[in-house]
């Protein structure tokens, strides 16, 4: 007959284990499920369906009903970290089998895993609750596999290098300055054709309607994060004055600017537009 499972539905401390060189943990079923990492040495998991190493790095989830056991390291203390958690705690349905994934230096997961620590062994009211957001995230990053690592930047032809390096240095105080497509044609050494299709290639737009974009993306900071008057913040942003700043930004955004102001972080964003984010990270990150 199949075991009947009793879930755990109060979060357990999390919390770290020591054990001398060799020791054992004999096989087991779980009613909960386990997070388990280990912080120094290594350990074997086995269950019936096989092994699995177990290193620093890694995080394994041990769902209930599934026996298994550990090895510790046989030639060295070891020690881990773990939480018991039931599925009230995860607050999503969980997987049936063990999942074992590699703490990347592109995700939180070891961070997480700190965090956790720290909880258990502090005196924080209301832990279990900071606990449970915390093995929420990591149970989602779980479900989704590691982040991919960054993918390096195609590298643009050299003639836009230089035309965005030229902006770079244009733009590295405020205020923006209208920077003329001829300026930039200068600075790159190339046609305005050949420049425009440049533009449009690396970032979705022409040479001149980007960098518009991108002085604007400057402005949505400005009306939502200071108290600063649309006529400042216009000129801030390379526009001639209070008028001519109003009409282009309700051009592009479809309200006034003091309409954006007033819907502050739910207001859309030009810097949606992948061209324009590419643009902007390249100029000021």
């Known amino acids: 007959m199949g075991r009947t499972l009793v879930w755990m539905s109060t979060l357990a401390r999390p919390a770290v284990a020591d054990y001398p060189p060799g020791a054992q943990l004999p096989p087991r079923v779980i009613d909960d499920f386990e997070f388990v990492w280990m912080l120094r040495g290594r350990a074997r998991f086995h269950t019936g369906d096989g092994d699995a190493p177990l290193t620093p790095g890694q995080l394994l989830l041990v769902p209930p009903g599934v026996r298994h056991g550990f090895d510790w390291d046989t030639r060295r203390a070891s020690r881990h970290g773990y939480v018991h958690f039931g599925p009230d705690d995860a607050g999503r349905e969980l997987p049936g ?116 974009l991108v002085r604007c993306s400057r402005a949505e900071t400005l009306l939502t994060r200071t108290d600063l008057s649309a006529e400042m913040i216009g000129r801030q942003c390379g526009f001639a004055d209070l008028s001519h700043f109003s009409h282009r930004f309700t051009a592009i955004h479809g309200v006034a600017p003091s309409v954006y102001r007033t819907a502050g972080g739910a207001a859309p964003s030009v810097l949606e537009d992948p061209g324009v984010r590419r643009l902007a990270r390249m100029l000021w990150d």
Do not use: K
């Open 97 to 212: 089998g063990y999942r074992l994934v590699a703490m990347t230096t592109d995700d939180p997961l070891a961070g997480l895993c700190a965090y956790l620590i720290w909880l258990g062994a502090g005196e924080l009211d209301g832990w279990q609750d900071h606990a449970r957001r915390a093995l929420r995230f990591m149970l989602d990053l779980v479900h989704c596999g590691p982040l991919p690592a960054a993918r390096p930047e195609p590298v643009p032809p050299r003639a836009l290098r230089l035309a965005v390096d030229h902006l770079r240095e244009r733009w590295s105080t405020p205020p923006l300055r209208r920077v003329p497509v001829e300026e930039l044609m200068f600075a790159s050494s190339v046609s305005r054709g050949y420049l425009n299709r440049l533009f449009q290639n690396g970032f979705g737009h022409g040479a001149a309607t980007v960098l518009e």
